[in-house]
């Protein structure tokens, strides 16, 4: 009933600054000889009143995914502050909105803490990365967090992510910041990937992409770092084990690639 009545509320004021908003469309065009100008507002404002709408729309035992509040408290413990502010920018530009989500399953699937990755951006302090569910509609995943707001997090469009899918592989290029590597999961298939990245311009840039696919001599968990050996400045080596033949003999290769 209380739902009801809190739709019925949302439809009349959107009919009411519906009608405010064409008077003012009318004043502006007849002032400035455009509509340009309102077209933002409107959008901003549709926006915003659907967010009114969704968030009233949460009960005791669910949260937005944007919830950042939520998300400080509850998941990441107060042990760091996460800043999604730029996201959210993002997200109200595209009308991407959050979504309901059970507060279980953020205890079920989203509580997995932190992974220590040593220093990465060459600010001598320790950087961690960790995993949260898509924070909109629009993306189609979870993603990558770290702790340190100015390093960008990594979007995926998997489900099953982890902090431990993320490594941190040495600095290949020299430029005082680390690279990575992420172990990428469809969830169901033995057919996996591995993708290095490198942190250019506080931005990360997709270096390589290549397969792993699931056998009984690497095991992800315990080999994941095996994969890789740095040559030489911007010279790494990486081990593609693209397939596993009918005796059960790896088809694999050393494979080399250069990072600037």
């Not at 509850?74 to 502010?85: E, P, R, W």
């Not at 991407?96 to 990755?117: A, S």
Request: hydrophobic content about 35%; glycine content about 4%.
């Amino acid at each position: 009933m209380n739902f009801i009545k809190r739709l019925f509320v949302f439809i009349i004021c959107l009919v009411i600054v519906s009608c405010e908003r064409k008077i003012e469309e009318k004043h502006i065009e007849e002032r400035t000889g455009t509509k340009k100008l309102f077209l933002e507002p409107i959008n901003q404002l549709s926006y915003e009143w659907q967010l009114v709408f969704i968030k009233n729309g949460t009960s005791k035992d669910s949260v937005l995914s944007n919830d950042i509040q939520f998300i400080n408290d509850s998941i990441l413990k107060g042990k760091f502050k996460l800043d999604i502010s730029k996201y959210e920018i993002e997200s109200r530009k595209k009308e991407c909105y959050p979504i309901w989500l059970r507060k279980k399953l953020f205890d079920e699937f989203y509580n997995e803490g932190y992974n220590n990755l040593g220093d990465l951006n060459g600010d001598n302090k320790t950087d961690s990365v960790f995993v949260l569910h898509a924070l909109n509609y629009c993306e189609e995943g979870d993603s990558y967090y770290f702790t340190d707001n100015s390093i960008p997090r990594i979007l995926t469009d998997s489900n099953c992510c982890h902090p431990s899918n993320i490594i941190n592989i040495g600095d290949i290029d020299e430029d005082g910041k680390s690279e990575i590597a992420e172990y990428y999961s469809s969830c169901a298939s033995r057919y996996k990937a591995i993708t290095i990245y490198s942190l250019k311009k506080s931005k990360w840039k997709e270096i390589k992409s290549f397969s792993f696919v699931l056998n009984d001599k690497y095991f992800i968990d315990k080999d994941f770092k095996k994969l890789f050996r740095k040559t030489s400045k911007n010279h790494l080596e990486y081990y593609e084990i693209s397939d596993v033949n009918m005796e059960g003999d790896l088809v694999a290769a050393w494979e080399k690639i250069k990072i600037e």
